[in-house]
């Protein structure tokens, strides 16, 4: 059975930095697709990164443009969790955050990647507060 928590979230100061954690089960992060997510209230669920690929093969990670240089997704397959770092934190990061995944795998597909619509398996996400 497939399941994502997220963890990591919490208040933090503009300018500050926060680490969020996706522990998975039911699947290995040897082949994966892991996609990030964020909704502020009253607003859609916008993909901010994504991490898919395979061992085998090559990973490819994925950022949104608004994001690209303030965050990375890596992952710790000793254990089975997704890394979302998010530095220089700004107030309409506030949000909640979620972690999702699909099967089969997107691959080397960035659209895919960042589109909320093709995820099959979410967390519960966590709250993220950016505020002085």
């Known amino acids: 059975q497939v399941q994502l928590v997220e963890s990591g979230g919490g208040l933090v100061q503009p300018g500050g930095t926060l680490r969020l954690s996706c522990l998975v089960s039911?699947?290995?992060?040897?082949?994966?697709?892991i996609g990030w997510f964020r909704q502020a209230p009253g607003n859609e669920r916008d993909g901010i990164g994504c991490l898919t690929g395979s061992a085998r093969a090559a990973y490819f990670e994925y950022y949104a443009d608004s994001v690209k240089d303030r965050i990375r997704i890596f992952r710790d397959a000793a254990k089975n969790t997704v890394i979302l770092q998010m530095n220089n934190l700004q107030t309409e990061d506030t949000g909640v955050y979620y972690c999702?995944?699909?099967?089969?795998?997107?691959?080397?597909?960035?659209?895919?990647?960042?589109?909320?619509?093709?995820?099959?398996?979410w967390g519960q996400g966590t709250q993220v507060t950016v505020s002085s």
């Open positions: 039911g699947f290995t992060l040897d082949k994966f697709t």
């Open positions: 999702a995944t699909v099967q089969p795998i997107f691959g080397d597909n960035r659209r895919k990647c960042l589109s909320a619509s093709g995820f099959n398996y």
